[in-house]
């Protein structure tokens, strides 16, 4: 059997392997009968999109390249226009300045000066480039002491030309405040636009989307430190290219910034007929979601508001729903927003003896 296994094994060997198919090229019609040569294998060649990490990598050099910082202000210096922002704030409250003058947000307040624009809820139509001015008067002059303190040492250090600052904002936030990316409008502001810190260090975010209920946001491309005092300057790339914003995280304690911008000559304008029906920006805001839908509604923008309707209903992150005179909180020993077993909707509504109803008089009285 062995010697029968190796001369079967030896026979395989010596026998030649099947010759491998050599496939032509299909010849059509009009070609020549006298092309032999063979066909050559069709390469099929893919076209990748673009990397990603390296155009991340081309924007955040492009962003870094074109931004300038100086750190100018001393800690006094900081605390002097630190008081000339708090008695902006307190003449707000008051109710001394013009009412496009003063925008109030949940954890943001802005306070324009020299020049005042239409933005977010307040344009007709949405979009880039649908931003126009006030008329002139709309909005009060820029206080003298912003010139005299802010303006005067960055015109001193050569960022600016002399005359350059024609409008003034002063963003104060509220630790947990924001502003949503976007690029200030090209149409109405000149470059560079400057911005002044204070109260606090924070970061500006570059290149980042926002998304909301509950509100968050994707990673930034680019994210620059700004330090109490320091002065910052956005021109080409990061200004006109890439989109801006503070994130929520990166304000962990009150901030306020003051920017300074030059509003463009030929920048357009509101009516002045027609600009007193538009509304200041928190009243735009209030406005801009109705509560109940109407008839006239669509059925997406009604299954919209039935959708804030229901999100309205629920309870905030820290308001603590009350058990009598005690908070739920302390009733599950836990020290945090987390109900207790007994639910508190079905101790608010619980039906009470006539006994117990005496004895919460007496505790009352």
Request: aromatic share 8%.
């Amino acid at each position: 059997m062995a010697t029968k296994s190796k001369e079967e094994l030896s026979e395989k060997m010596r026998t030649p392997e099947k010759p491998r198919r050599h496939y032509r090229r299909r010849r059509s019609p009009d070609s020549s009968d006298n092309s032999e040569e063979e066909s050559k294998p069709v390469v099929k060649v893919r076209h990748y999109k673009h990397d990603k990490g390296v155009d991340r990598e081309s924007e955040e050099w492009k962003t870094q390249a074109s931004i300038t910082q100086r750190r100018l202000f001393s800690e006094e210096q900081c605390e002097i226009i630190e008081k000339k922002i708090e008695e902006v704030v307190v003449k707000a409250s008051r109710g001394d300045y013009k009412d496009h003058t003063v925008d109030r947000a949940p954890l943001r307040s802005k306070y324009f000066f020299g020049e005042g624009y239409t933005y977010g809820s307040q344009l007709e139509k949405k979009g880039p480039g649908m931003e126009k001015l006030y008329p002139k008067g709309e909005v009060d002059d820029i206080p003298q002491w912003i010139f005299d303190l802010v303006v005067k040492p960055i015109v001193k250090e050569g960022l600016v030309p002399e005359g350059f600052i024609n409008s003034a904002v002063i963003n104060d936030y509220l630790p947990g405040g924001c502003i949503v990316s976007h690029i200030d409008p090209p149409h109405i502001f000149e470059r560079p636009i400057v911005s002044v810190s204070f109260f606090s260090d924070c970061a500006l975010s570059f290149g980042c989307r926002f998304s909301f209920r509950p509100i968050r946001t994707t990673k930034p491309v680019f994210v620059l430190p700004i330090d109490r005092g320091c002065v910052t300057l956005l021109s080409g790339y990061s200004a006109d290219e890439i989109t801006h914003c503070i994130r929520p995280q990166d304000v962990v304690s009150r901030r306020a910034v003051i920017i300074l911008r030059k509003v463009c000559d030929d920048a357009p304008r509101l009516d002045p007929v027609l600009s007193h029906k538009i509304l200041p920006a928190f009243e735009a805001r209030k406005r801009a979601r109705p509560r109940s839908p109407s008839p006239t509604h669509s059925d997406s923008s009604c299954e919209r508001d039935r959708h804030s309707h229901r999100s309205s209903r629920k309870k905030l992150r820290h308001s603590y729903p009350t058990m009598g005179n005690h908070d739920v909180r302390y009733e599950n020993g836990h020290g945090d927003h987390r109900q207790s077993r007994t639910s508190s909707s079905t101790t608010r509504h619980r039906s009470y003896s006539p006994k117990q109803k005496r004895q919460e008089k007496e505790r009352s009285k």
